[in-house]
């Protein structure tokens, strides 16, 4: 790997590790050359701060730089048979529970590398699919714009400008992840990459739980479970996954009539990657949204926010969500939502949805799907 760049990392955690008196051990096992005792330090540390009901600020410095000494210690570790799968996992924790932090830019390049290096070995066969092909029709609704193929970014903001939601049919038919990320054996090559992986009917349901889960058992359970790798940015994990996705234009648009609040700099893409029957429940979001579906099919039931004072919304930090169940409703707990429209659309390989800002949503999976959500 690029040995300036880890000189470089090592010098800056072990300069700024000296502020933290709690951080001396890691300081001086890695000085000492003890790297499979400092592994195995920092290993315990994380899976003990990731075990609290609660963290406080020196326990969100200490699992920083427990994967930052991991790190350093896996990749010195001269006896390890499997030094960079080790350091991977740290580096893969540090991405997914720090947040964007000090070290980074160093995570994240770090991945890049490690990943040039795992072997590419795919068929693309039907018996390797994530799923089977299923029958696709247009909804008939004229409340929804169902466009085919390519389109200007003029026509675009037109369209977007209405402020109602509308479907692109083969947008990203000829992105490379349409066909190269359906395939199980494709993915098989991050078997022991990290990820958070939500389990439950929902994110409302009192027994949701989420985890931090390789791959491979994720990939053993897609067929069985409605195990979801939700709003997780898994290209930031993963770099290289950004060669089989085109840039999405639509996404530097100017959109008339957004609301305030509602534009980002950047825009954020996330995956959403899971088994059949994995459910999002009524919400809305803030920001515009083109949801690209890659693999897989998914629905969606849409609802414009004017009769947002009849979807009983939650309290608290769920204040973007309904308490309904838009699916099987219940008309006496919540009977302004009886005459409520909505609009339906499913979503197949290479479709994309622009959804505006503010606008409510249930999204359910018709099978195992990989999507990924634009905001911006």
């Known amino acids: 790997m690029g040995d300036k760049v880890l000189k470089e990392f090592e010098e800056k955690v072990l300069e700024t590790a000296k502020k933290f008196d709690f951080l001396c051990r890691f300081r001086e096992l890695f000085e000492a050359g003890k790297h499979s005792e400092l592994t195995k330090a920092c290993k315990e540390t994380i899976d003990g701060i990731l075990n609290l009901a609660e963290t406080n600020d020196e326990n969100s410095i200490l699992l920083l730089y427990s994967c930052c000494f991991g790190i350093m210690s896996s990749i010195n570790d001269k006896l390890s048979v499997d030094a960079e799968t080790k350091a991977l996992e740290f580096i893969d924790i540090g991405l997914i529970m720090c947040g964007n932090h000090l070290f980074s830019h160093y995570f994240e390049t770090f991945a890049g590398l490690f990943c040039s290096n795992l072997p590419h070995n795919h068929s693309d066969t039907t018996s390797d699919y994530i799923c089977k092909e299923l029958p696709l029709k247009d909804e008939l609704n004229s409340n929804l714009k169902v466009l085919n193929g390519v389109m200007s970014i003029k026509k675009f903001e037109e369209l977007a400008a209405l402020g ?35 389990k439950g009917s929902d994110y409302t349901d009192p027994s ?169």
């Open 164 to 198: 109602k939601p509308f479907v692109i049919r083969n947008l990203a038919s000829d992105w490379p992840c349409v066909k190269k990320w359906r395939c199980i054996s494709f993915w098989q090559r991050y078997n022991n990459r990290i990820v958070p992986v939500e």
């Open 208 to 376: 949701w739980s989420m985890s931090l889960t390789k791959i491979e058992t994720f990939l053993e359970d897609i067929q069985t479970t409605n195990n979801y790798i939700a709003q997780h940015n898994l290209l930031k994990q993963i770099p290289e996954l950004a060669k089989d996705l085109e840039q999405l234009e639509f996404c530097f648009a100017s959109v008339p009539n957004s609301p305030e609040g509602s534009h980002l700099e950047e825009p954020m893409m996330n995956v959403w990657f899971g088994g059949s029957n994995t459910i999002s429940p009524l919400h809305y979001d803030n920001y515009n949204n083109i949801l690209v579906q890659a693999v897989g099919y998914k629905f969606l039931r849409l609802i414009d926010p004017e009769f947002s004072s009849s979807l009983y919304p939650m309290d608290g930090e769920l204040y973007n969500t309904s308490q309904i169940n838009v699916m099987h409703p219940n008309y006496e707990k919540y009977p302004k939502f009886n005459n409520v429209p909505f609009i339906d659309v499913t979503l197949g390989p290479g479709d994309a949805l622009y959804i505006p800002p503010l606008w409510w949503h249930y999204v359910q999976s018709l099978s195992p799907s990989i999507s990924l959500s634009h905001w911006f």
